[in-house]
């Protein structure tokens, strides 16, 4: 197929819509919406989020050390892209969006939002001034999960939640399961002996 040859750019999707709570030494909460976040390290586990510095949230995790990422589902779909374009300097985002801050299990001044179904704690570990955005390295102190989200063998199925990604600009509900991480190597079950097979003794 042919393909057109374009200047550098973002184009990496789709990836995580997550919201990002946060909050300042003497209590002041918000949310930013983030769409550059990404897994960073297993052992230690780490990840990272970029911001610009000129956005209300960037002072408060400067100042704070922490933040927690929450994961978007259907349902949040509307605060994630409404705390996306409105600034925590003119409005009160958990008011506005009907969100609940829930305390943090690792963590002392950021909050949870208590209706995601996983919070993911976080305290920085670096940042890195990169240009347009300022990339915050973070350690992940614990994770909160929802214990619907888990089966009868107690493992997480994050299936269950209707979790939302960000693609080019669209918020795109996750879908059709196509397979699970090996499976493309997995070898099939051999059908039983006898069975299946044209001939019989």
């Known amino acids: 197929m042919a393909k057109q040859v374009w200047r550098g750019g973002n184009m ?5 819509a997550v919201m990002v709570s946060c909050a300042s030494a003497v209590g002041e909460k918000n949310i930013v919406t983030v769409a550059w976040a990404g897994t960073v390290c297993t052992n230690p ?11 209300h949230s960037y002072g408060l995790i400067r100042e704070s050390g922490e933040f927690v990422v929450n994961l978007v589902t259907r349902r949040l779909a509307r605060a994630c892209d409404w705390c996306g374009v409105r600034s925590g300097r003119d409005y009160d985002k958990w008011a506005e969006c009907g969100l ?8 002392e001044l950021a909050p949870a939002i208590a209706e995601s179904p996983v919070s993911i704690e976080c305290r920085v570990r670096d940042v890195l001034e990169l240009g347009s955005h300022h990339l915050f390295l973070a350690d992940v102190a614990a994770v909160q999960v929802e214990e619907s989200l888990l089966d009868e063998r107690g493992r997480l199925d994050l299936g ?3 979790l939302v990604a960000y693609s ?8 059709r399961r196509l397979g699970s ?8 079950p051999e059908r039983q002996a006898g069975r299946g097979s044209r001939h019989r003794r």
């Open 168 to 175: 080019h600009g669209e918020y795109l509900e996750l879908g």
């Open 160 to 162: 269950r939640a209707g």
């Open 100 to 107: 609940t801050p829930a305390p943090a299990a690792k963590l």
């Open 45 to 55: 586990p780490m990840l990272s989020i970029s911001l610009r510095p000129e956005r």
């Open 181 to 188: 991480f090996g499976y493309s190597v997995r070898k099939r």
């Open 12 to 16: 990496l999707y789709p990836l995580p």
